[in-house]
């Protein structure tokens, strides 16, 4: 299975930050990474798919970039909704895996 | 709207079954991959399987293999997970996940669009 090694773990930060989370991939993988954010106690949401595309209605302060193992999810003015879990995902592959997650906290 | 609904989780002994269904509505069931991802209780997101739009395709993760069982019945509109020999590190939320497919220039990727809200299991003596 492909293993995403999502960096860091934990986050801290201020609303009107700008903010990014990375991801790399065992292997190469093109842009087939997709990312996700999930809030306490709910189901994940898509935000980004093909590395850079922005899933309908999510807000363009979200980014992504990335192509062959490293990648990128970046927030460029953190506001309050924003605080949650996030994750990287490949769909280069079944198992589809996730990274381990990246937690935004409040400073 | 559209929407998956999980249920049939619960409290099981370690060695125990359990069968999961997830039922989907608002969308054309039988054209769409479906997959089972798994959470920890606070833990990240395990991708464990994956079914293709007619069945004939499945995969699991090497952490179930042997011991879990992916189907689908699209006449039903549902995804099912048969769960047997469960051990303690089975516990957590399992979540349907609808793979939608998104297309440029003759490249499809696939990202989780739709989810449901999740049914917990707990494998426990």
């Known amino acids: 299975d492909i293993q995403m090694t999502q960096s860091p773990s934990s986050l801290s930060a201020s609303v009107g930050d700008r903010v990014t989370i990375t991801c790399r991939a065992s292997?190469?993988?093109?842009?087939?990474v997709n990312w996700y954010q999930q809030k306490l106690g709910k189901a994940p949401t898509l935000l980004i798919y093909a590395a850079s595309t922005l899933q309908s209605g999510v807000p363009s302060r979200f980014s992504g970039s990335g192509s062959g193992t490293d990648f990128s999810l970046t927030i460029s003015s953190l506001q309050p909704d924003d605080f949650a879990t996030y994750y990287c995902q490949q769909s280069y592959t079944t198992p589809r895996t996730f990274g381990q997650g990246t937690k935004m906290e409040v400073k | 709207e559209v929407q998956l609904v999980e249920y049939g989780g619960g409290l099981v002994q370690p060695g125990g079954s359990l069968r999961l269904s997830c039922a989907a509505s608002?969308?054309?069931?039988?054209?769409?991959?479906m997959n089972w991802v798994r959470q920890a209780p606070g833990k990240g997101l395990e991708h464990i399987s994956y079914?293709?739009?007619?069945?004939?395709?499945?995969d699991l993760a090497d952490s179930v293999k042997g011991r879990l069982t992916v189907s689908r019945d699209n006449a039903k509109n549902s995804l099912y997970l048969q769960m047997n020999s469960l051990r303690a590190e089975d516990t957590g939320v399992y979540y349907c996940?609808?793979?939608?497919?998104?297309?440029?220039?003759?490249?499809?990727?696939?990202?989780?669009?739709?989810w449901g809200q999740g049914t917990m299991v707990n494998v426990s003596s």
């Open positions: 079914i293709s739009s007619s069945g004939s395709s499945k």
């Open positions: 608002g969308f054309t069931f039988s054209t769409y991959e």
């Open positions: 292997q190469t993988i093109a842009n087939y």
């Open positions: 996940a609808r793979g939608e497919e998104y297309c440029t220039n003759g490249i499809c990727y696939v990202g989780f669009d739709i």
